[in-house]
């Protein structure tokens, strides 16, 4: 059974869900307005450019989930996915899903966007399997710590080897679809890599190595 991976932010979706749950944030007061949104931005900016320091990152996009009770965030959650998650939705990106599926593929999203935001969308997606920065509890509460390494450049490839481990699947014979030029370590070990949508980094790179380049964006 071949496996297909799929990365997640502008790829599988119109849009990056780590930037806009700070923005959500922002706009119900959650934090301090102009000085999250202008680091949010800033964050943002440097993924990029290819420029992101992942750790000093999640300092800042986990320590909001430190700071309120569980209850309270899964409603967060709940609207944030209502209100600004789904009208991401791609017809192309779930018709995609489908073809994998009724080809027999086992499918796998992988994205450096952590659990708490992406898990909702994995399974509204229809997408079992998922590979996420993982953020820390202890004693039912988040501590706005990471837990393990990150899901994000070479750690997407550690965190997949590792989840390989327990799953019997051929990285030559994997598809990964992806639009961010962060994701060429992976993008390089799979035997069918696809830029979809992709960054000007990445189309460059997938014009010169023959990989093909998909568009899941309607008019």
Known sequence: MSLAIF???NTLIRGDSDHAWG???VREGVVDADAYQRANDRFYQAYLDGSLDIHRYLAFALEPLARHEPAELEALRRRFMSECVEPMGLN???DLLRRH???GHTLLIITA????VTQPIADWLGVDDLIATEPEMVNGRYTGRVSGTPSFRDGKVARL???LEGHHHDLDTAWFYS?????LPLLERVGHPVAVDPDPTLASSARERG???LSLREA
């Open 113 to 116: 966007t952590n659990r708490f």
């Open 101 to 103: 599926r009724e080809d």
């Open 179 to 183: 639009d961010s030029h962060n994701d």
């Open 7 to 9: 990365d997640l932010d």
């Open 211 to 213: 990989w093909p380049v």
């Open 23 to 25: 923005e959500f944030l």
């Open 161 to 163: 080897e590792a989840w």
């Open 92 to 94: 192309a990106a779930f």
